[in-house]
């Protein structure tokens, strides 16, 4: 559920008309609602309710500093994937102890920086990663608390792009191997166990895939219970799916109800990193109509943004839903709706009945996941504008970037 509905024929995000909105801050303009974001936040929050937990926000989703801010006064903590991620939650004031480090590919730098930093968990991905962490934690004698992201070899049964839990995938450490791994961080001088996690896929759409990595981690949490290893927390990862289309999604609590079933009475916290459930469809990418230009074959709908400002179709071929910003009685046209860079892929919608002319404005909707943190400077478009809603008002919280944006890094040889 969000708030952007139709009120008399117009699109609304919380009380304010969309239609307004672009007119004030100009297309392609992301839209974000508030009260959906809260409302997300506090599913997980009651999903977990009476257990201790932590809900660790995935940042990559959407990283935008205001959005981080409101997530950590709801009482996120942070899931982050990168050096850049981590000081963006540092620069909101994250609590470290709220933040925890995943990624299959940590530079020296990044995880130098973590561990100076003092972070909730680092959740290491490799033995190579293993030793160049204890090796780091040695020359700085300072501790690390770690978790070992282990791939339980688990379909998440969505798409191949998005599925991370395989032994076929790069990501995580076998589960069948991870035992003598955590026997050497429990006999290291630095390193302390913290956790198990691991993180299957994404846009999972049923509870079968997250249950079935639960039973196999709890499975690996007995093995070393025995062994004497003390655990303090299971993270199951994010992925948890939302509807773009005619998916039906578990919600929060039904789909953390599977994990905690199978967590029972045990001694430990969990953690869940969420990220297109917390935001997909807390944001709507709004666009305006260039031309309608029809083809012995197909009709195009030719818009303001592209693929460098929202990428998921053109990515992962993703259906994403396309609804015109006012309602009209004109009449329906089947068309493909395509951005104006110089690449065929570059669409973000095929075959959708749209009534719509030049100068109409059209809304992605669930565009807040993955589309403003995939936006790129390609063809030199500027990236675009981020606005906040909250009941009547609107802020930026990212302003649509200046030309000289696009070249500020660059050196000018005097040729
Ligand atoms: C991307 C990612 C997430 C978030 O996934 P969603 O599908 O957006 O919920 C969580 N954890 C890790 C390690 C990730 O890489």
Redesign the pocket.
């Known amino acids: 559920m969000d708030y952007f509905n139709y009120k008399n024929d117009e699109l609304y995000a919380e009380d304010l008309k969309v239609s307004a909105l672009a007119e004030q801050f100009g297309t392609p303009l992301y839209i974000y609602s508030k009260a959906t974001l809260v409302r997300h936040m506090r599913a997980f929050e009651e999903a977990l309710a009476g257990r201790k937990h932590l809900i660790c926000y ?1 940042v ?2 959407n990283a935008n500093l205001s959005l981080l801010s409101l997530m950590k006064s709801l009482g996120a903590g942070f ?1 982050v ?1 990168s050096e850049g991620e981590l000081r963006r939650v540092l620069q909101i004031g994250a609590d470290p102890a709220r933040i925890i480090f ?2 299959v590919g940590k530079s020296r730098a990044e995880l130098t920086l973590a561990v100076n930093t003092g972070i909730g968990c680092i ?1 290491v991905e490799s033995e190579p990663e293993l030793e160049l962490l204890s090796q780091i934690c040695a020359e700085l004698k300072k501790p690390a608390r770690i978790a070992l ?1 282990v791939n339980p070899d688990v379909d998440a049964k969505t798409h191949p792009s ?1 599925s ?1 839990g395989l032994k076929s995938n790069k990501f995580g450490i076998a589960i069948d191997a991870a035992l003598p791994l955590y026997q050497r961080i429990a006999a290291d001088p630095y390193l302390q166990v913290s956790g198990i996690d691991c ?1 299957i ?3 999972m759409t049923s509870n079968a895939p997250i249950a079935e990595a639960t039973e196999k981690l709890l499975n690996l949490y007995g093995q070393l219970e025995e062994a004497g290893i003390n655990v303090d927390h299971i993270d199951v ?4 799916g939302v509807t773009y289309n005619d998916e039906t999604p578990p919600s929060p609590y039904d789909y953390l109800a599977a994990v905690l079933k199978r967590v029972g009475q045990r001694e430990v916290s969990v953690y869940v ?5 917390m935001v997909a469809n807390a944001g709507i990418l709004v666009c305006e109509a260039l031309y309608i230009k029809k083809t012995a074959v197909k009709n195009f709908c030719i818009v303001d943004a592209g693929m460098n400002d929202l990428i998921r179709p053109a990515l992962y071929n993703s259906w994403m839903n396309i609804i015109e910003c006012r309602k009209n009685q004109g009449e329906k046209m089947l068309c493909d709706v395509v951005g104006p860079i110089c690449e065929s892929d570059d669409f973000l919608g095929h075959d959708r009945k749209l009534a719509v002319q030049a100068g109409d404005l059209l809304a992605v909707r669930g565009a807040g ?2 589309g403003m943190s995939m936006a790129s400077n390609y063809n030199a478009r500027r990236l675009p504008c981020e606005i906040l809603v909250d009941g009547d008002k609107a802020q930026v919280i990212r302003r649509r970037q200046d030309f000289a944006d696009l070249w500020a890094q660059e050196e000018l040889l005097p040729f």
Do not use: C, F, M, W
Not at 237 to 240: I, Q
Not at 273 to 277: C, D, I, T, V
């Open positions: 995935a990559k989703a899931d994937v995943s990624g959740n992201r998005i991370t993180h896929g994404s846009q990862g994010g992925g948890l990193e969420p990220g297109r459930a996941a993955y």
